[in-house]
């Protein structure tokens, strides 16, 4: 392509100015590409934080059930040493009654023998 101002000469500023078309038409390329690059990992990393979000949900779930349980758990164990305790005390209370009669016994024998009763 000629130049306006001298047309015996070639234009540079014509090549210069394709040179830069192909660079911007580069440019334009990378962006775009760069742009779906981009649209793609924002993509993934909101699907990770879903995941996260619903994960956690499910381990909150599962930690509620697992205190609710304990808790049952705790119940069932406290009524069951309520028990325990209750049953040892039996035989003492047992014990303890036989050897107030003997005594009795044993007391209002003595009384007798000595004539006060």
Known sequence: MQC???PAQECLGLAEAKILEQR????AAQQAKEQEDNRQAHKEFY???EYGERSMAVTQAQLAQIL?????????VNKQSE??????QKPAKHW???VAALI????????KSAGIF
């Open 4 to 6: 306006i101002r001298d």
């Open 24 to 27: 911007l038409d580069q440019l």
């Open 47 to 49: 699907r990770r934080l």
């Open 68 to 76: 609710a349980d304990t808790g049952e758990i705790k119940d069932t």
């Open 83 to 88: 028990e325990i305790a209750s049953i040892l």
């Open 96 to 98: 303890e009654a036989i």
């Open 104 to 111: 009795a016994g044993a007391v209002g024998f003595l009384l």
